[in-house]
Structure formats: C-alpha cells, structure tokens
C-alpha cells in the first residue's frame, strides 16, 4: 500500500523567508501527485498537479518538482507572507480512483 | 458560484443512530468522492462515483452507503453510527477520475459520536 510522508510536521518562519515542504511516497508508480493547501476548519484547496512525466510546476510563488524514481516531491514557497500560513498537504494518485494523502505540514508564518 | 457544499457543517448523534451527510456540485463534475480525515492520518478514501448511477467502495467504507442518482448529489449515508466514525468528513468533486483533474474540496462536516 502507499505510504506518503510529510516531514517536518510544523514548521514555523519568519515572513519574507524562502521555505520548502518535503513529500515522501514508498511506491513511485503514480500517475500524478497532487499539493493542497488546508486552512482551519475549512476543506482543500488544490495549489499544483503534476503529472508523473513532468518535473515540476509553477503557480506564483509556488514551485512543486517531483522526483518520481526516488518518491519525492518537494513545495517551494517563495518571500512567504503571514497568508501562507495553513497546512499543506500531498497526494499521489496510483492510477486508481484514489488518492493517498500525506498527513501535512502545518506552516505559520510569522509577521 | 457555489462549488462543493456540504451540510449540515456540524453533528452530534448517539451510537446506533443513523444520519446522511449532503454534498452537491454546482460544477458538473462527473467524479465525486467522500474522505475522512482523522487526527495524525492523512485522507483515506471512503467511496467514490464516477457518474450517476455508479458507484464503488474505497479505502475504509465499511459502515457507510452511498448512491448517486443525479450528477449533482452524492450524499453518504451512515447505518448505525459508531463512536469509531467520529471524525471530519469532506467530499470532492472534479472533472474526470480522481487524480486527473484537480479536485475541488467542500468545507467538511465535523461528525461526533457519543
């Protein structure tokens, strides 16, 4: 079974810092993997999706890359700003109408 | 444009009872899909459906039913709840399968069983 690991749990920075998530998948045979970003007692929001045959994204401030043959994938936020503070979470897809999700990092940004 | 909402927003029932969670689409999406997510666990996949009139079971469906009569509505019914199924519940919508498309998220329906 999948296993996807988000590491470190919390991460705290001061605004302006340039800061990067980590995402770790035990299977690399996905089709796709996924970076959502979680606010307080609110549902997903998708930030980026990258496909298995590609390297990596870019939306804004955002950059996800995905190294497939070593089960890695890794968010980089750029000049963070105190609004960047939710949790972030990552998800492979198998190929399968599933999706496995990492359990997040929770990142403040503080002013 | 509303997207994915989900009501009620919070619960309290008793073991045994039974109840249905909403979910509805504004966004003609052919998938949608029910999660849990637990304190310390990512998102574990409940049952999905791929259009109207079909559905399958997930990753933990056990104590959970669903049906998919229109496209818009995909609502989730527990049988008989159990203080195990305490947790938060989100469903997901989105063109295509589940990790084609983006999925776009309802705000969730925070469930507690006593």
């Known amino acids: 079974k999948q296993e996807v690991t988000q590491i470190p749990a919390a991460l705290s920075v001061p605004e302006g810092e340039n800061l990067v998530l980590n995402c770790s998948f035990t299977?690399?045979?996905?089709?796709?993997l996924q970076w959502f970003r979680q606010d307080p007692g609110k549902g997903l929001t998708s930030l980026l999706l990258?496909?298995?045959?590609?390297r990596e994204q870019t939306s804004g401030r955002l950059n996800a890359s995905l190294d497939k043959s070593s089960g890695r994938s890794t968010l980089y936020i750029a000049a963070s700003q105190p609004g960047d503070s939710a949790t972030y979470l990552c998800?492979?897809?198998?190929?399968?109408?599933?999706?496995?999700f990492g359990t997040g990092t929770r990142l403040t940004v503080i002013p | 444009n509303a997207g994915v909402t989900q009501t009620p927003k919070f619960q309290v029932l008793k073991t045994g009872q039974s109840m249905t969670l909403q979910c509805a689409q504004d966004m003609n999406h052919e998938y949608m899909s029910w999660y849990r997510q637990d304190p310390g666990m990512g998102l574990r996949l409940i049952h999905y459906s791929v259009g109207a009139g079909i559905t399958d079971q997930g990753e933990v469906p056990n104590g959970y039913n669903v049906s998919r009569s229109t496209t818009e509505d995909f609502p989730l019914r527990l049988l008989s709840a159990a203080p195990s199924q305490t947790s938060v519940y989100f469903c997901?919508?989105?063109?295509?399968?589940?990790?084609?498309?983006?999925?776009?998220f309802g705000d969730g329906t925070r469930l507690s069983i006593l």
């Open positions: 998800a492979v897809n198998p190929g399968a109408n599933n999706l496995f």
């Open positions: 299977d690399s045979a996905i089709y796709n």
């Open positions: 997901a919508s989105s063109y295509g399968g589940a990790g084609n498309q983006p999925q776009h």
């Open positions: 990258i496909q298995s045959s590609q």
